[in-house]
């Protein structure tokens, strides 16, 4: 048997895991090899003390809590609003140079490129969910068909 095999079957092993012929096979290679049983009781002094960690988590009450606070709120919003205006300022630069620069450098025209297409597919894909869905919308006063 090679050694991943008998470290997996080891693992297995002290999981109580193993069919009764692995368990004899490892507990035959465990008898002759003092090595693998040093390993062994380090693996289960490693198990002793990851079973006794754990891990707090936040109940749905603390969370609502959180995100009820208005400092958070502001905080995520003023992130994306200034992440988007960043990258639609960045855009609209690019472009602007795209049309007015006639030796820019590829790169520049490349990203702005591809922003410029990947704006386009965003809208054509909302506009087209939004022409789908408007007919079946509860929330809009008028029947659309």
Same mark, same amino acid.
């Given at each position: 048997?090679?050694?991943? @095999?008998?470290?997996?079957?080891?693992?297995? !092993?002290?999981?109580?895991?193993?069919?009764?012929?692995?368990?004899?096979?490892?507990? *035959?290679?465990?008898?002759?090899?003092?090595?693998? /049983?040093?390993?062994?009781?380090?693996?289960?002094?490693?198990?002793?003390?990851?079973?006794? %960690?754990?891990?707090?988590?936040?109940?749905?009450?603390?969370?609502? $809590?959180?995100?009820?606070?208005? !400092?958070?709120?502001?905080? *995520?919003?003023?992130?994306?609003?200034? %992440?988007?205006?960043?990258?639609?300022? $960045?855009?609209?630069?690019?472009?602007?140079?795209?049309?007015?620069?006639? @030796? %820019?450098?590829?790169?520049?025209?490349?990203?702005? $490129?591809?922003?410029?297409?990947?704006?386009?597919?965003?809208?054509?894909?909302?506009? *087209?969910? *939004? /022409?789908?869905?408007?007919?079946?919308? /509860? !929330?809009?006063?008028?029947?659309?068909?």
């Amino acid at each position: 048997m090679a050694d991943d @095999d008998l470290k997996i079957l080891l693992t297995g !092993y002290l999981d109580g895991e193993l069919d009764a012929g692995d368990k004899a096979r490892v507990e *035959r290679a465990l008898a002759e090899d003092p090595e693998l /049983r040093a390993e062994l009781d380090q693996m289960k002094g490693l198990l002793e003390i990851t079973e006794g %960690l754990s891990l707090d988590e936040h109940t749905d009450a603390e969370m609502e $809590a959180f995100w009820g606070a208005v !400092y958070n709120k502001i905080e *995520r919003h003023v992130a994306w609003v200034l %992440l988007v205006g960043g990258l639609g300022i $960045a855009f609209l630069v690019g472009l602007v140079a795209f049309l007015t620069t006639p @030796d %820019l450098h590829w790169g520049v025209r490349a990203a702005t $490129a591809c922003a410029g297409l990947g704006l386009a597919g965003l809208l054509w894909s909302v506009w *087209r969910e *939004r /022409r789908r869905v408007l007919p079946h919308d /509860r !929330y809009t006063h008028e029947v659309h068909r």
